[in-house]
């Protein structure tokens, strides 16, 4: 058992001053004062001058990596459990992307069921960018159904000339598909939609919505912050009803080319007055960010960082001046609602104890704690992991 002593509390609503108490993987008191519960198998941490909030949860990383589009050198690597971990994400959804040829579901699956040993909480989508889809069941409806870190399918490429450009009655067969299954599965079922930079944006989702019965809510745009033009879209969707989402995971040339910052996007999206629980912000980890020389020619690759997500939340709140409840909604109880991640994203008695702890100025990670286990202290992991140089 833990006993986390005098943190202030953001669940993230502010709750002031409270005392936590940690029993296995769950939260089992939130009070004033718990003094009355320490005893010798209790183990007193004083958060006293620091921000207790909830684990981070990223909705978008590429943990088997991603990339290839400049050939097989481009390849990014898989995501270790510490670029998570150190940056307060404590539950993580894997995807493929570009490629599911070099890249399979099973291989998804597997690193997902490793970093789950490790004491991450991992989630899945069957799927990738292409139409027809992949599946492991061959069955999209039958992979959410019956296996359980299968919630949804994506990232699904539209507007993007490395999509496969499906028809508005594909989208809408594949969602519907997805639909039942998550009804049937207690899941979320939901279609997550990569949004490239071509010019028709976000109207494919659109007509699905207007000439069917599948609502806007089935679908989970991201990269909505790729250029002016795409957030605007994003925007008037979101005013719809529908769930848009941020990429963090950028650089000083993407910026440059048009990208708006993650933080200020989602800035703007609550400044116009668009619902916290519609917007989430995510790492897209693991994927490939390129840079071009003045020829266009491609003479670096990056690659994006799960990191990025903690670094969002501290710009949303010290660069654009947003209520740190508000930041840090993005990246945890919107997008555990958004994805129906019922014990993540809060600090509520009951749920899982997937809890940061922030210095109170720097909103800097002084420790992270993943199903009830201290997994960070002071800015280094305390569990034992492998391959890791």
Request: hydrophobic letters at 40%; a negative charge; glycine letters at 10%.
């Amino acid at each position: 058992m833990k006993l986390i002593k005098n943190a202030q509390v953001f669940s993230p609503t502010p709750l002031g001053q409270k005392d936590v108490l940690i029993a296995g993987n769950k939260i089992i008191a939130i009070e004033n004062d718990l003094s009355a519960c320490i005893n010798d198998i209790v183990e007193v941490i004083d958060a006293n001058g620091q921000i207790l909030t909830p684990g981070f949860v990223d909705s978008l990383v590429h943990i088997t990596g991603g990339g290839g589009e400049g050939g097989y050198t481009t390849r990014t690597p898989e995501m270790h459990i510490n670029e998570a971990l150190i940056g307060g994400v404590t539950t993580v959804i894997g995807v493929l992307g570009t490629d599911a040829e070099t890249r399979s579901l099973e291989n998804l699956l597997a690193k997902a069921y490793s970093l789950e040993e490790q004491g991450l909480s991992v989630f899945c989508y069957s799927g990738s960018y292409h139409y027809p889809m992949v599946t492991i069941t061959e069955s999209i409806k039958r992979d959410i159904m019956f296996i359980e870190k299968f919630i949804g399918v994506g990232e699904v490429a539209i507007a993007d000339h490395r999509s496969s450009h499906l028809t508005p009655t594909e989208l809408a067969r594949l969602a519907s598909e997805a639909r039942v299954a998550g009804m049937l599965s207690g899941k979320t079922g939901i279609v997550s939609i990569h949004v490239g930079d071509e010019i028709g944006r976000l109207s494919i989702l659109q007509n699905v919505v207007e000439q069917s019965d599948i609502p806007i809510t089935q679908f989970y745009p991201t990269h909505i912050n790729r250029s002016r033009a795409l957030l605007d879209a994003g925007f008037e969707f979101a005013a719809q009803g529908g769930f848009i989402d941020f990429t963090t995971s950028t650089n000083e040339q993407i910026i440059a080319q048009g990208e708006i910052p993650a933080a200020k996007a989602l800035a703007e999206a609550l400044a116009k007055g668009l619902n916290i629980k519609q917007l989430t912000m995510s790492s897209d980890g693991n994927a490939s960010l390129p840079l071009f020389d003045r020829a266009g020619e491609l003479i670096d690759l990056q690659v994006g960082q799960v990191r990025s997500l903690h670094q969002s939340m501290v710009d949303a709140v010290k660069e654009y001046q947003l209520p740190l409840e508000l930041a840090l909604s993005a990246i945890t109880r919107s997008p555990a609602g958004i994805l129906k991640l019922k014990n993540k994203g809060q600090i509520v008695v009951g749920l899982d104890a997937d809890l940061n702890l922030l210095d109170s100025e720097s909103l800097a990670i002084t420790a992270v704690f993943a199903k009830g286990k201290q997994v960070i202290k002071e800015g280094k992991t305390l569990i034992n992991t492998l391959f890791r140089s």
